[in-house]
């Protein structure tokens, strides 16, 4: 995941959409995506 606010606001529904029929073995970024992907990742380590 690429940084910019933009992408750190769109990135974690998209990911959370793909992991409905996908399983993530890794997920990382820069900036905020890095928020993104660890706020990504707290939601999937939820539902486990």
Not at 26 to 46: E, H, L, Q
């Amino acid at each position: 995941m690429k940084g910019g606010i933009t992408s750190g606001i769109v990135y974690p529904n998209a990911v959370l959409s793909l992991a409905r029929e996908y399983r993530f073995k890794n997920i990382g970024g820069t900036s905020a995506g890095a928020i993104a992907a660890a706020v990504a990742a707290a939601a999937a380590m939820g539902d486990r």
